[in-house]
Every structure is written in C-alpha cells, then in structure tokens.
C-alpha cells in the first residue's frame, strides 16, 4: 500500500485508478504508436502484442481486486442451482426408468396370466375330449372304414364342433387315429397326408419329420405353425396332446387344438407405444401384436437370462428396451418391446424444462452478478473517487493491496486529523448547546445515557433536581415590528429572542438558573431552581421572575407576551413532563386570548374534579339561524353572548372543545348565509362571503369581535332584503304569466300553486303593487296577442281563441269586446 500527497485536486483525478483504468484509455494508440504504411505486417504484429500485454497486465492489476473476489463468490453461487438442476435431471430420469421397468412388468404379468389361463384351458378341454365315449370308441376303428364308421365320424365331429364352440380361441380342432390314419375335424376327416398338406411348420420340413413329432410315446407341446386351406393361410399355434382312453387296450390318438397367433394375443393388454410378442425355447416367434414389429434378429432365447428382466439391444427401429418374463407353463418368454424414443419423449419435457432452468439461471444470474458487482462496487469505487479527489491519496494496484486494506489506510490516515477537527466543533458549541436543550426537552434523557453525560461538557449544569419549562411566545414586536423588513423575515424573532434569555438570565439572580432555546418559533426555558430553595417558595420566584420578564419587555419594547408555564418536576425526566405542560397551557391561550400568563394548574385539563362541559345545543343553533334570518341583530347578539358565557366564564372547557365551538359557530354561520343566498334575488357582497375570518382567528374573544361585526352587516343586509321582497315575488309572477300565457288552465289558483301561496294573497298583493287585478293582466295580454294574429288575417277567429289560450270562442269574444270595444270580426275587417 502507498499513499501519494499530490498537490493540486486535478492531477489527484487525472492519476487516480478511476481514469487510469477507463477502457478508453486502454484501446487508445497514441501518435507514436500508429503504423505507418512502410513498416509493413511486423509492426502489426508487434502493436497486438503490446496490446496484448498492456490487457494481461491489466488484469494482473485486478486479479487482486475484491471484486474478483466477489465475482468468484456470486459465481459459487450461481453454480449452486446449476448442480441441483442436473441432480434433479439425473433423479427424474431414473424414477422415469423405473417406473417404466416397472409398468412393463405389471403388463407382461396380465399377459402371461391371459395367455396361460387359455393353455391351461385346451389341456382342460383335451381331457374332457379323452372322456368322450364316441372319440375315445373311434380309436380301435381299422381301416377300410365301414359305413357304421363313417356315422361316427360324423357324431365325433359334432362333438368337437361343441368344444370349438365352448371356447372362442380356438380357429379349429383335430383328432388324429394313428392305427388308421384318420384325422377328424370339426366339418370333415381326411388322413394325415392330408392334414399335413393343411397345418405344416413354417420350415420346409418333410412329411416324415412332421409324423415322427405325433408318433411320440406321448405328445404334450405347441408347435408354432402355417395352416393353408387352399384359400387362406395364416399363421397358428398348434397344442398337440396324447388322448389316453381308459381301456388300455385301445389305442392311442392325438387331439390338435388350431389357435391364431392373433386370438392368443388379442386379449393381453396394450400399452401406449409398446409392443409385444411371444417366443418359445427354440428362438421362434409364437405371436406378435404388431405383424411389422421389428425386433432384434440377433434376439435368442438364451440372451433372456432368468424368469424376468430387462435387456438394451439394437433394432432396425433404433435402439429398444426389452423387458421378459417366462410363462410357468410352456416356458415361452412374453416380451414387451419399447423404442428407447419413446422413452426419451416422456423426458423431452422434462429435459427441456431442465435446460430452460439453468439458462434461466446463468442468464438472470449473470445479470443480477453484474448488477450486483456494479452496486456493491459502486460504494467503493465513489470512496476511492473521493479520496483521491478531495484529500490527493492515490490507490497504486500494482502494489498488490486491494481496495479495502488502502481504504484502511485511509481511515488511518484521517485520524491524525481528528484534533483538527475537534477545535472546530468548539465554535459550534452554542448550536450544540441549543441541540442538547431541545432533545432534554423532547423526554430523551430517559433512554439516552449519553445525553446526560454531554450537558456539563456544554455548560448545562443543575443546581438541584427541581426544574420548570416556561414558554414564551410573542404576540406583538413592539419597537421591532418593523426591524427586519430588509434583513431576514424572521430577523426580529431572533433579536427579540436574545434580548428575552439575557433578561431571563438576570432575573434569575442566585435563587436559580434559566437555559433558553428555541422550539417551533417559541422561547423555551428550562428554569432550575437553587438546592437551598424550599419548595414551597418556588412559586414566588418564578411569579417574580415572570412578572420581571413582563415590565421589562413591555416599558422598554413595548411587546405583548404569552407566557406558559408548567409545573415543577424533579429529576431530567421531569423536564419533558414539564415542557408537555407548558405546552397545554399555551395552547390554552385560544381559550383566554393572548398577552396572558397562563398555568398549567389554571387549565381545565389539570383540573380532574371539573367536567368539560360544551354548551352548545341544537336547539340554540336554530334558534340563532331563525333568528339571524329574521334580521333581528339584538336578540341574535344575546344568543351569541349567551353561548360565550355558558362555555368561557364560569367553567371554561378545554382547548379541543374551544376549537370545536369555533368550528361549529363558523359552521352555523356558513349555512345560515347559504340558506339566505338560495332564496334572495340580490347579489351577496365581498365581505358577506367571508367567513373564512372566523376560522383564522387565533383567540376566542377575537372570533366573538368578528362575529357580532359580522351579524350587524348580515342582519342589516336581510332588512334591506325583505324590503325588496315584493318587488320580486311580482316580477317571478309577471314571468310566470308569460311563460303559461297560452295555458287554457291558466288562472289564480294556477299561480297560487306554482308559488306556494293561497290564491287570494297573490291576487291581493299584485293589485296592491301594480294596481291592476291578476286576471285583467292575463286577458290583457291574450287580447293583445289576438290583435296582432288578427292584423295578419291568415287565422280565423276560433283559431286564434284556442292560440291564445281560450277554451271557448265565446269567452273570448265577450273579453274581446270588453277591452276594445267591438268583437273580433269587426276588429278584422277594420285592420285589413
């Protein structure tokens, strides 16, 4: 690690690891670096090399960086989920494998209980074919066959037309006579050249091979084979069995039970996508359920080793999982064939999902490391910038130091400097101070142990456990109140301020000390009374303290103070109780108005005997509506007065319960304005709209001054307004009459309704004012409308009654004449 002082800011950047790492200055090639044409390929050559040193070195520089050490750890972690991912892959494939072993060996099961219970069958039938007494009497028949025996072969084969029939699976049966060389079936007879021409082994085997199989001691065995009846031929499974009759002199037969591969297999069942086939102990295919089934030809009956298992061979298909298991009673193996494409298909999902997870992981991965390093880096690399641009120390990694040991360094480095530092806090001791005052006033002496021991280091230092919270707020500057106006708007707050502590420090004298600060724009001291002082004469010192404060401030500056004081508290915890109580009380001040001195003893709140009562009723409220409406400024004036004296004087309520009756007043006013508005015809003046003032006001008796100067202007306003009322309920009547002029139904109780007043009233009040009957109004003003309709001569006269509003021509003519003399027509003629 090295640290190099340099002298100025800017050469400290310009060598700083930030600029001298920047990728720019790496791919850069200076004018002493670039080719020129004559120097040819080698220079190329040689400038790649350098090129190529310069980014080895580089990273020789990094390689001790932390954030190598970081990408090597995000990398770690990246690679965990990778490795569950294929952990997962490697689990799921061979739960797949084997749950799929094990399908096929539950398949293979069904189909060698199937098959056999079918074997088993044929050697049950093949004993009841033994018992038969026409089969079994047939065996000591010679040959040339007489015609009585030529009966029985017809009733042996109805006889075994019978036991096909009992079992499906059989395609056909034959009884071989060995003596004489007799073969029954089902619909005929022939001998055994003939059957042998039908039912022969798919080799080209002789008829001797194939006699020497039936002339066997005993015949017990299946033999796969190709049965042709000049029409068809299709593929079988022969179960030749031993007739023994009970006469041991009779001779012994050959019962040939015919089964199509396809019947013995038909009823095992299928699995989606697998095969299955059957092979005996020679290696030849018994039967298939697929005839295209493609199957190993290397496949033998000794490469399926045990009862059961599962073998992996090559096919013409591919690759294929054989699974086997041997029938108990023939000793074939039953093979299920599954293409290992089939298999792989059950994971492709699988296996798609695996890799799409782990993309998902290195790509998202990837972006958080980057992210990561970026803003894990960042910090460092912002310290770094710093350091390098504001105290000149250089960060060398060459040096084989990574960021954090230089950044140690640094910290040490800037020790030295802390006495430096600690002579410049002194000048600030007075904020500290302040600082100090307010948390003791906030209540954190109580949990903060390091409060308590900072006070005496700033010269807060108590002479007993007994103190007090006075709060000053100023009302009114005095001489100051225009000090300020080309200085700072809060310059006469803060002189004012400093003259209350000097004052606040006199007149504490030796019977206590004071310590002021400021708090939300009010003068907060903390008074700590002397330990020699009795508790009893406390209240006398801060009442002479206070009054002290109060002359001296209002003879020589002529300012008007609110003063709350709390009460006395012992210990540093008891400052902030009695900072909370000051605060109550100066709130109080709402209630009382300002340039007071107000106790917390005096407020209702420290009063638990006196209930907070707030006298405010709704009855009242109406009562003050009805009576503001009526203009009636005396007895709205006494409500008023009365409600202020029912709350305020003989037990005050609380500040809350003060804010509310503000609030409510306010709120009464507003809607009994609103409520006169909606009903007057006349425009409301600027200063009627205001009630806003009501709520701006700070004190109680402010808001009562301005509600009574505003209850004298509303209430002249509404006499004013009752004046005028006539004048404009009769032009609403004369639009009315205008509006429902051509109404037939138009009459007096017509307007009375619309207007809510009787008919009589209406009619009265229009001829008091206008001087003309209501009714001689509206036939007025139809005569007038007909004359006009009239002069035009495009009407007749009875249209011209039913335009103008009349029901009945006569009516109209009679009230024709009566205004003008003569009727209508008259009228008509004399226009025209």
Known sequence: MQYVRQPQAMEAVRNSPLTESMPKNQLQISSEEQPYPHQGCSYHKQQVIRRNNRMFSTLRQYNRSVIMAWL???????MVPVLISFALYSISYHQVRSETNRANGLLLQQMEMSIDSKLKSLERLSLEIALNKEISAFSSAELPLRDPQYYDVFKISESLRTYKNANDSIEDIYVMYLNSDTVISTFDHTNGRGLYQKLRQPDDTSYDQWTDFFEQRYVNGYKPMVFNDGMESFPVVVFAHSLVFNSPAQPSAVVLFLIKDSKLIESVPQQNGANMFIMDAESRYIAASDKDLAVPANLRYEHLQGDSGMIYMKSDAGQTALSYITSQVTGWKYVSVLPAALFNEKMKNLRLLTWLSIALCLIIGGLVTVLLLRRNYMPVQLMLHSLSKQFGLRFDRGRGANEYAFLEGAIQHQFHEKADMQTQLRKHGNTIRAHLLRRLLKGYADHDQSLQSALPAHDIRFRSERSVVLLISIDHFGKFEEFGIRGLPDQK??????????????????EAVAFTTEMNDVLACIVNFSADIPEEQEPSVLNRML???????????????????????????????????????LEYRIVIGGGQFIQYSDTLTSKGSQPHRFYYP?????????????????????????????????????????????????????????????????TWEEPYMEVNQLLECDHVPVMKDRMKRM??????????????????FIDDVRLYIEENLHDPSLNISMIGDAFQRTPSYVSRLYKDYTGEALLDSINRLRVAEAKELLAHGKLTVNEIAGRVGYADVSTFLRIFKKFEGVTPGKYQKTAL
């Open 72 to 78: 090597f750890s995000y990398i770690t972690v990246l």
């Open 493 to 510: 707050q803060q002189m004012l301020f400093f003259v209350l502590t000097n004052v606040l420090e006199d007149t504490s004298s030796n």
């Open 547 to 585: 009054a002290e404060v109060q002359d001296f401030m209002g003879k020589h500056i002529e300012t008007e103070l609110t003063l709350a004081v709390g009460q006395v508290h012992t210990g540093l915890h008891g400052i902030a109780h009695s900072y909370q109580e000051a605060l109550t009380a």
């Open 618 to 682: 709704l009855s009242v409220e109406q009562q003050f509506v009805y009576v503001v409406k009526s203009g009636n400024y005396n007895k709205a004036e006494a409500i008023l007065e009365e409600i202020f004296q029912a709350n305020f004087t003989k037990h005050p309520i609380s500040v809350p319960l003060a804010k509310c009756l503000m609030y409510s007043l306010a709120s009464t006013m507003l809607k009994t304005l609103e409520e006169v508005k909606a009903g007057s015809k006349r």
């Open 711 to 728: 209850l004298g202007d509303v209430c002249e306003w509404i006499l004013a307004e009752k004046r005028d009322h006539h004048r404009y």
